[in-house]
């Protein structure tokens, strides 16, 4: 017997899932003035149940649709996006800090400490939304950033998570390369 591929099975689940989101969508928009002309002068309750059955079928149609969206489409691209959003976050913080950085100068960073150069609080806020693992990751791609204080930004932005829970923090710190 022939296996198919994976690329193949993705290929007829999206075919399948567009189908009978399309077909569940003409089944529900369609024209309530069709099932009216069953009988016109009244609506009796076998009208009324064909209506209410085939707007049901439509809906199934459709929530079956999302179904297969979510067990096989969902997770791939939640974790492209999840990728692509930590390092825009990593690429970010560091523009910010280097403008910071060239407004302030390295000795008040220095000096005083990063939350006297730079607003931390918007992104501690971000990383706090973060789960333990793509907070760690992005902590890692914050310091291994070419910038020579980056560490020191990293350290800044984690003690300011100081209200996360126990298991975060040593997560955090077992899987990336911050050193407190």
Known sequence: ?????????????ALIMILLALIGLAIFMYPFDYYNQLSEK???????????????????FMYIATIIHKK???????????TYSINTMSADIHKEFSS???RFGTYTCDDKGVDQVMN???WVEKI????????????????????KRSQTLAEALFTNCDDMPKEWFE???SNSNLQL
């Not at 096989?72 to 999840?82: D, G, I, Q, R, W």
């Not at 793509?134 to 291994?144: M, P, Q, R």
């Open 72 to 82: 096989h489409f969902k997770n791939e691209s939640m974790n492209k996006t999840m």
């Open 42 to 60: 009244h609506v009796d309750t076998t009208s009324l149940l064909i209506v209410i059955c085939t707007k049901g079928i439509g809906v199934l």
């Open 100 to 102: 910071s950085l060239e």
């Open 120 to 122: 931390l609080q918007p």
């Open 171 to 173: 997560y955090v710190l």
């Open 128 to 147: 706090k939304d973060l789960d333990k693992s793509s907070a760690a990751e992005l902590f890692s791609k914050i310091i291994n950033h070419k910038n």
């Open 1 to 13: 017997m022939k296996t198919i591929s994976k690329e193949n099975r993705k290929s007829i689940y």
